[in-house]
């Protein structure tokens, strides 16, 4: 911890972590963090079966009146139950931003996948892949979602068999919106790390007789898509926070909720401060359980740490 | 010259734009030969080897493999490489896959055998070359000589009429050779029809039943070996063995 050098990388401070004492302090806190969270979403959908739908888990009364009672922390104590309070509409909110950032990852990567491999091995195809992603890439997200949300007016084109499922149709605009700009950023990550596989192996695959697409679905792409996994995590770990910009197109995720409170109560600071450790815990769940991924298909002889 | 010949090679020119890589390369070969294809680097023994299995597209000449003319445009190159195996310089094993999963790959996928069935023949191949312990390894795990080993009983479950080597043994250290040529030997003694490119001259004098030499992408001079090797009748042959010679 008091290493010379310090980690430059979210990662790698989790991998610190995972060296010290502070793995297990890091472990208590994602328990208690998805404890929490996983309990509010139940009780919400089984209609209030710990505590009525809206209120905290542990009433606010009582987190004041422990905080007053220690020494050193009265001065705290109202804060305390504020916070408190505003976990029943920060744990709604986060439910959203969970949802639309996992639904818009894996229907962005059942995009991107074509578009790294048509970029790497199409000819005329490769052109289309280029323009998509340099588009995508190249104009900001948050004027994609404007022109998704206002300029086509999608949200009232949500077809019948997904329109409902969130209480607004609006959560799919949103979904879209990062699916095809997620998309485009994952297929650079992912055409960097096919174009990181041996020719030579392409050239062994023809030889046994696979035709070009076999080649690259039995060779290539198993082994590119581990090499992307680091990099598409930082995919990952931006897409949950940009995730913030469906509250412009008014998708009630954590952004807008938490913004929507503050600008009734004026308590910004404490508002985003634990606004920002919600979506931090979020980030960390996730580079944390790339990394799991990581190890897990990890190619044995192959260093694990040879993509830094 | 008969018109039996189980591989005849006719004439094959190549051109890498202007340059012209090979010019009118003949030679023949019957079924259970064995031809040692040799010459200084450049000299285009390897671009004559890929135009067998049609790794690299000649554009001029004739290769008939079995009556079939393997430059015909309508051949199914796929099914081709089915009969052809090849081994490389640099192994080329699939780095994801086990040394079974990497001689099973071609049965399974390319020859549809079940996964049972495909296993199965991997691991009599990796034992006819000797890695009957090493089934599964993944590539990184092994020596250069054992990978080398896992890409020619990659080549051999495909069960091909014709084996191709490019230069199997010249990325490996010199302790790693013997165990390559030693799999290598055995195939001839099985009667396997191999077409080699090598540098390895001892091993073409055992086992070659012609000698090629190429130089400038032209065939320079062909015989069998003690012809080639002791008396070779033109000038470029001598110079180019005298300086291998003084390699080893």
Redesign the interface.
């Known amino acids: 911890m008091a290493s010379a050098t310090r980690p430059a990388t979210v990662r790698e401070r989790v991998a610190d972590a995972d060296r010290s004492v502070g793995r297990l302090l890091l472990v208590a806190a994602g328990a208690l963090f998805w404890g929490w969270l996983v309990a509010s979403w139940v009780n919400r959908w089984l209609g209030g079966v710990l505590v009525p739908v809206g209120q905290p888990l542990i009433p606010a009364g009582a987190v004041e009146t422990a905080f007053a009672a220690i020494p050193g922390f009265a001065a705290y104590a109202a804060d305390a139950a504020f916070v408190v309070e505003l976990t029943p509409e920060l744990s709604r909110g986060t439910w959203l931003t969970v949802v639309i950032t996992a639904v818009s990852l894996v229907l962005g990567f059942f995009i991107a996948v074509p578009l790294a491999v048509t970029r790497v091995y199409g000819r005329f195809s490769a052109w289309l892949s280029l323009a998509y992603t340099e588009l995508l890439r190249g104009t900001p997200l948050l004027a994609q979602l404007f022109v998704l949300y206002y300029g086509l007016n999608l949200a009232s084109y949500v077809p019948g068999a997904f329109s409902g499922v969130f209480a607004r149709d609006v959560v799919w605009v949103a979904i879209l919106g990062f699916t095809l700009n997620g998309a485009a950023y994952q297929a650079e990550y992912i055409r960097g790390a096919l174009e990181s596989v ?1 020719e ?2 392409i ?9 070009k697409l ?1 080649t690259i679905y ?2 290539v792409l ?2 590119g898509l ?1 090499y992307a996994i680091p990099s598409w995590t930082n995919e990952f770990v931006y897409l949950i926070k940009y995730s913030s910009l469906a509250a412009f197109i008014t998708v009630p995720e954590l952004y807008y909720r938490a913004d929507q409170i503050a600008s009734e109560t004026f308590r910004y600071t404490l508002i985003f401060v634990v606004t920002g450790v919600t979506y931090l815990a979020l980030v960390l769940t996730a580079s944390k359980l790339m990394e799991r991924v990581e190890e897990r298909v990890s ?4 260093g694990a740490d040879s993509e830094e | 010259m008969s018109d039996d010949d189980f591989l005849r090679v006719t004439d094959v020119s190549k051109w890498y734009g202007d340059e012209k890589v090979l010019e009118d390369v003949s030679f023949e070969m019957d079924r259970g030969d064995v031809t040692v294809l040799i010459g200084p680097s450049g000299s285009g023994k390897s671009t004559m080897l890929r135009c067998v ?1 049609r ?1 690299a597209e000649a554009q001029e000449g004739s290769i008939l493999l079995d009556g079939e003319e393997v430059l015909s445009p309508d051949l199914d190159v ?2 081709l ?2 009969e052809v ?2 081994v ?1 310089q ?7 896959l086990t040394a079974v999963g990497n001689v099973a ?2 049965p399974r ?2 020859l549809g055998l079940s996964e049972t069935a495909a296993r199965e023949r991997a691991e009599e191949q990796l034992e006819r070359v000797g890695l009957a312990d090493q089934l599964d ?5 092994l020596s250069g000589g054992q990978q080398q080993r896992v ?1 020619i009983a ?2 051999l479950a ?1 069960e091909p009429k014709l084996m191709l080597f490019d230069e199997p043994t010249s990325a490996l250290d010199p302790e790693l050779i013997g165990e390559v040529l030693e799999v290598m030997h055995g195939l001839v003694e099985e009667g396997m029809t191999m077409l080699v490119v090598t540098h390895e001259m001892s091993f073409a004098r055992e086992v070659a039943d012609e000698i090629v030499f190429l130089d400038d992408g032209r065939v320079v001079e062909r015989g069998p070996p003690e012809q080639l090797f002791d008396r070779p009748e033109e000038e470029r042959t001598g110079r180019f063995l005298e300086r291998i010679a003084s390699h080893d």
């Open positions: 041996e030579g192996q050239t062994a695959g023809r030889a046994i007789g696979l035709s076999e039995y060779v198993p082994q581990r190619i044995p002889g192959l | 299995n790794l796929d099914e490489r089915r195996g090849m490389f640099g192994f080329n094993l699939f780095a994801h790959l071609g996928r390319v390894s993944y590539p990184a795990e890409g990659r080549a495909m």
